[in-house]
């Protein structure tokens, strides 16, 4: 009976905090991060005015993991889709706060990128990214920093984690940007070859 009493608790006080970071972290990505994120996208730009990309994803690390944390922005019409990201598992647990450039380190990096187009590789179907911000990201390439897909990456592995009483946190990667499996091929589909993806964080 204890033990029941006490799973029951476990779940209502899992549910209770992920009901209370939605209700409380509306906002999936912030100003900020758009601000920084267009602003980056212009002076790439104003460098390459023969590029005219049609899609920008902005990663928004200031906000948990929980959250759908990564705008798919269609440059042509203003639309946007939100989706569920990963952070590096050395960036942080529920929140990515250390951002690190260096190979090997399983961090995210900061910064824009922009898509090298789709491959499939050991977690399926991808996207290559390669790093325009200097030493924020220059090492993406080298260090198969890419988009993919995970099942770690879902509400199945949120509430996996409030049942086993830890943080309502997605799974975290070795720096990639990892989304759902389901959303794959949505996100490809857009963010294929010449679009853009840009990492911000409220205190690198």
């Not at 980056?40 to 993991?65: G, I, M, N, W």
């Amino acid at each position: 009976m204890k033990r029941t009493a006490f799973w029951a608790f476990a779940i209502f006080s899992g549910l209770f905090l992920l009901l209370s970071g939605f209700i409380l972290l509306q906002e999936k990505v912030s100003g900020q991060a758009y601000k920084s994120a267009f602003a980056a996208l212009e002076s790439y730009q104003s460098q390459h005015p023969e590029e005219h990309p049609r899609f920008l994803a902005v990663v928004d690390y200031s906000k948990p993991s929980f959250l759908k944390r990564m705008a798919v922005i269609d440059l042509k019409n203003g639309e946007q889709t939100f989706y569920l990201t990963a952070h590096g598992l050395h960036s942080g647990d529920l929140y990515a706060t250390r951002f690190s450039n260096a190979p090997a380190s399983s961090m995210s990096s900061l910064g824009l990128y922009k898509t090298l187009g789709i491959y499939t590789g050991d977690h399926g179907k991808a996207i290559r990214l390669m790093g325009l911000d200097g030493e924020m990201n220059s090492n993406a390439f080298s260090r198969d920093i890419v988009l993919h897909s995970a099942d770690y990456v879902s509400l199945g592995y949120i509430v996996m984690n409030m049942l086993t009483l830890h943080n309502p946190k997605i799974g975290r990667s070795n720096g990639c940007f990892v989304v759902p499996i389901q959303d794959i091929d949505e996100i490809t589909q857009k963010l294929n070859q010449g679009a853009f993806v840009y990492a911000w964080a409220e205190h690198p």
